[in-house]
C-alpha cells in the first residue's frame, strides 16, 4: 500500500479525492490517499504551495513531490526540499491557456475594444485591422503552455517567433534562444505573450530596454507570472504609446491591491490570475500515471531542474 499524502488547501481536497482515488484504481495503485499521513510514511505527496506542508525534512521516505501546479517559484527554492520535485502539465490546463492566450491576441489584433466600449452612434469604419499574416506574434517562453499556443496562434495565421533558454525546433514556429535571440525575437513583435517561468533570469525580461526593441503600438499579453515585467517601464511605455495596451494576468502582489495604478490605467486590462488552471480530472490522471512510472523504476515526468528554478 501506499501512502500518498495530500497537501493543499482544503477545498482543493474536496475537489481532488475522487478523481485521485478513481485515477488510482484506474492505473491499479494500491494507495491510501489522506491529508494526516505520518510524515515518516509517506511515499507521495500531492503538493500545492498554498497547503499545510512548508518543511520537508520529515519525509524522508518521500520518493518525490507531485505538484499541482505549473509555476514552482514558491517551492523551487525550498532548503528542506530535497526530494524531486515535479510540476504539473495536463492537457486541460494547456487547453484553457490556449483559449485565453487565442482570445486576448484576437482582441488586441482586431481592436474589438473600439466597438465594444464605444457603442455611442457613431459609425467607425475607419480602421481595418491587418490579416493575422501581418501581425507578427511573439512568445517568450516555449515550453508545455508557450508551444501549445504557439501552434493554435499559427493555424490562425500569425507568424509566429518563440523564445527559450536552450536551442529548440518547433514546427510552425520561428525558434530563437539566448540574449541575441531575444533582441531578434522582440525585433518588430507586434504583440508579446509572456509564457515563461519565474526564476532570477526571467525577473524583469519586460523592460524599458526590451519594450524599446517591440514595434511601436505594441501589445504585451502576460500569463506568465507578475515579476517578469519590471511595471514602472510597462506604464512608461503605455503612456508614451509604445505601447498600446497590456492585459496583464499575474502580478508581484496577487490579488493585486486596489490601490495599484493598474487598475485605473485605461491601457492595462487586469485579469485575477484565471488564464488557466489545474482541472481535478486530467491533473489527478497526469499524478496517478507519473506515480505508476516512478513505482516501476522508470525516470518520472515534468522533473524541475532545482539549478534552473523551473
Ligand atoms: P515550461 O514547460 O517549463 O516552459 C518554460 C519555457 O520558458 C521553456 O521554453 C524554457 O526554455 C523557457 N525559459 C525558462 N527560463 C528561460 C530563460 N532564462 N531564458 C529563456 N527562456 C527561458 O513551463 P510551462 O508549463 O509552459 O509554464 C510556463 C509558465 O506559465 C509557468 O511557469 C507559470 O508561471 C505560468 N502559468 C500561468 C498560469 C496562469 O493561470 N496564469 C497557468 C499555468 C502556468 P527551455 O525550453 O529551453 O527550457
Known sequence: MLNILFSAKPAAWDEYQAPLNAAF??????????????????????????????????????????????????VVDNATLTQ????????????GMIEWVTGHTLRHHLGM??????QDGVWRDGIIPPVAANRPVTILGIGALGAACGQALHQLGFPVTGWSRSAKDIP?????????GLEEALKDAQIVILLLPQTPQT???????TIARMARGG???NPGRGPLIDDRALLEALDSGQLAHATLDVFRTEPLPPDHPFWAHPKVTVMPHIASTTRA??????????????????????LVDRGLAY
Open 172 to 180: 510552425n514556429i520561428r525558434c530563437l534562444h539566448g540574449d541575441e
Open 281 to 302: 480530472e486530467t491533473a489527478a490522471r497526469v499524478i496517478a500515471e507519473n506515480i505508476t512510472r516512478g513505482q516501476a523504476g522508470k525516470p518520472l515526468h515534468y
Open 25 to 74: 484504481a484506474e492505473c491499479g495503485l494500491h494507495a491510501s490517499l489522506s491529508r494526516d499521513h505520518a510524515p515518516g510514511d509517506v511515499d507521495y505527496i500531492i503538493f500545492a504551495p498554498n497547503g499545510p506542508v512548508t518543511d520537508f525534512t520529515p519525509y524522508t521516505k518521500t520518493k518525490a513531490v507531485m505538484g499541482l501546479w505549473a509555476g514552482v517559484e514558491t
Open 84 to 95: 524531486p520535485l515535479c510540476r504539473l502539465v495536463d492537457e486541460s490546463l494547456t487547453d
Open 219 to 221: 501589445f504585451v499579453i
Open 113 to 118: 475594444d473600439l466597438h465594444i466600449t464605444n
Open 203 to 209: 525577473m524583469n525580461i519586460i523592460n524599458a530596454e
